[in-house]
């Protein structure tokens, strides 16, 4: 029995993951447009000859469908079952396939159908996709008014009396994941915020899209993010003359800031193939914006940029055989330092004025200034028996960030530049081993290589940070469950890591990338890396891997930065490749 068809011959989908805690939806890649052509499904009404499990499969199947708010599904409910109201953005069960079905208790004019499966996980009303598989029962109340009669749904079980039970599958046709952009502290970084958007259909995506952004933030990100819009402010209408959006917003948003909203909007819309230019309403009126006017081109305000500014020809650094810092020119090192240093797992600041590392015993911080000349001096020393601190990074405004870290226990330290080291309080993975940590570019994302069961997992957080409370660095969830024993990381984009470690049964160390949100993961091929021991990524830049074979080691690049499988070299000796940013 099919209670439905699948209408035209066209793909483009969000991936539901089918393993891991996973917090967002796919945020897009830099390049990926999310108006692309879609399968739609058509439902079928249930048929008076179907027994109460056949229409329960007909619901379910029928509930995957958008269309006319749901109308066709409301078809297969009872009027006391009628009030079913999904809405726009309606929570959802998901299952791994359609659940079992199975008619526990009949007469002649009621049964119960129960219906079990594995869950994966769930979306919620805000777009946000957190993973929770475990097998799940539920049931359904089937009535009829007389024996003969058509059987209907008049009883439905809590999971989807204000949502939908929806296969992985189903998600991954009828969903799209868009980034919705909003603002990091700092009031100009822009952050993404990946959901799960439904796909009503593809003239009403500019609507969803701003409708989308208005409501804010999902409970993830939550205070570690702002928006620009002031409170009530609503969209009026959106529509699209030729290539031009222009999009109308409730009187509300008169108070709020021209710019920061047009950042926000220009950064949503992007994502919008057919719209290559759109023009801000407010009440009717058209506002003018003072950096591009009544106007804009979509792919303006590159200024408030998640990765930052871009930076033509990003430099690569490593320690060269001799152990100096070195600068890549090409595929030779040029020293940076006059002599060795007492550090590994190098780390540059983004303005290139210093150098910090591990000591070779990885019980300290060690920081250097590359204008003056000064000598390594030890900012932070470990501060328990038997520790050792992860490669630290700079964030944007200089400080350097590290977990300080032993079996089952940790704590995350950040010394300011000029100032003094302090321990980050409010540190969700304190009762973890964490072996890698590095901030995203935004300066609020968090990604971790921490110990889960004795498995290496890749996990995302976020930062929060609070004027009167200070640092919270939490809410860290896996965010794929393909890898396993992962060794280290780096963000390569705003929406993407690249990660050692090894899938499945492989025993080999490789490199992959990572979406944040835990869709499935990209190989960056094999090659001849030998041993991999660190890795290093940044916007545009070739991949950089630094291994280790007995000798001093080698540093490996892909031949081509935008590959996903790539070819790979190692023409240079050295170790510990890093990015300045």
């Known amino acids: 029995m099919a209670a439905f068809v699948l209408a035209a011959s066209l793909t483009g989908c969000a991936s539901v993951p089918s393993g891991g805690r996973v917090i967002t939806g796919r945020p897009a890649e830099p390049a990926e447009q999310v108006d692309d052509p879609y399968v739609r499904l058509i439902p079928v009404s249930p048929r008076p000859e179907w027994d109460p499990a056949q229409l329960v499969a007909g619901f379910l199947a029928a509930s995957a469908s958008f269309d006319d708010g749901h109308k066709v599904a409301r078809r297969y409910l009872t009027g006391t079952a009628g009030g ?10 998901v299952f791994a396939d359609r659940p079992r079905l199975e008619i526990t208790e009949q007469n002649a004019t009621r049964a119960t159908v129960r ?101 804010g933030q999902t409970s993830w990100l939550g205070s570690a993010v702002e928006s620009a819009f002031p409170s009530g402010t609503r969209l009026r209408d959106v529509h699209v003359e030729d290539d031009t959006a222009v999009v109308d917003l409730s009187p509300q948003a008169r108070s709020g800031d021209v710019e920061r909203m047009s950042a926000q909007l220009s950064w949503t819309l992007r994502q919008l193939s057919e719209i290559s230019r759109w023009k801000l309403e407010i009440g009717g009126d058209t506002v003018a914006s003072r950096g591009y006017g009544a106007v804009q081109p979509v792919r303006a305000w590159d200024g408030n940029a998640p990765d930052g500014p871009a930076v033509p020809d990003q430099p690569a650094y490593v320690l060269a055989s001799s152990g100096r810092l070195s600068r890549l020119t090409g595929d030779q090192p040029q020293p940076v330092l006059p002599a060795g240093g007492p550090l590994v797992r190098p780390t540059v600041s983004p303005d290139y004025r210093q150098v910090a590392g591990l000591s070779p015993s990885g019980d300290r911080i060690v920081l250097r200034d590359l204008v003056s000349g000064t000598t390594f001096r030890t900012v932070l020393s470990r501060h328990s028996a038997g520790t050792h601190f992860t490669a630290p990074a700079f964030d944007r405004d200089g400080a350097l960030w590290t977990v300080e870290t032993k079996k ?65 660095a939490g809410a860290f969830l896996p965010v794929s469950s393909e890898l396993v024993d992962a060794i280290d990381l780096s963000w390569r984009d705003y929406a993407t890591l690249a990660v050692l470690g090894r899938k499945g049964n492989d025993t080999r160390v490789l490199p992959y990338l990572i979406p944040v949100n835990g869709g499935g993961i990209s190989s960056l091929g094999v090659g001849a890396l030998g041993n991999p021991t660190s890795i290093a990524a940044a916007p545009g830049a070739p991949v950089l891997i630094g291994t280790k074979d007995g000798g001093p080691g080698r540093v490996c690049r892909q031949r081509a930065p935008r590959d996903t499988i790539s070819e790979w070299t190692c023409p240079v000796p050295g170790a510990d490749p890093t990015y300045a940013r």
Do not use: C
Not at 177 to 203: H, K, S
Not at 441 to 463: E, K, P, S, W
């Open 115 to 215: 219906a079990s499966g594995d869950r994966l996980g769930s979306i919620g009303a805000d777009g946000q996709y957190i993973s929770d598989p475990k097998p799940v029962d539920v049931t359904f109340a089937v009535t009829r008014a007389a024996p003969g009669s058509p059987w209907r749904i008049g009883g439905l079980p809590p999971e989807a009396r204000g949502g939908l039970i929806l296969t992985k599958s189903d998600v991954d046709r009828a969903y799209r994941t868009v980034n919705l952009y909003f603002f990091a502290p700092d009031g100009g970084t822009l952050v993404p915020n990946g959901i799960f958007l439904p796909l009503v259909n593809r003239r009403d995506l500019p609507g969803q899209l701003v409708r989308a952004l208005l409501d």
């Open 408 to 472: 089952d226990h940790s704590w995350l330290w950040v010394v300011p530049r000029g100032g003094p080291a302090f321990r980050v309080t409010d540190w969700g993975l304190a009762d973890r081993e964490v072996k890698a940590f590095r901030l995203a570019r935004d300066g609020v994302r968090a990604a971790v290589v921490v110990t889960v069961d004795g498995r290496a997992q890749v996990q995302l957080g976020r930062i929060v940070r609070d004027r009167s409370s200070g640092l919270e």
């Open 84 to 93: 079913w109201n999904p809405g726009a953005r309606p929570p959802v069960l």
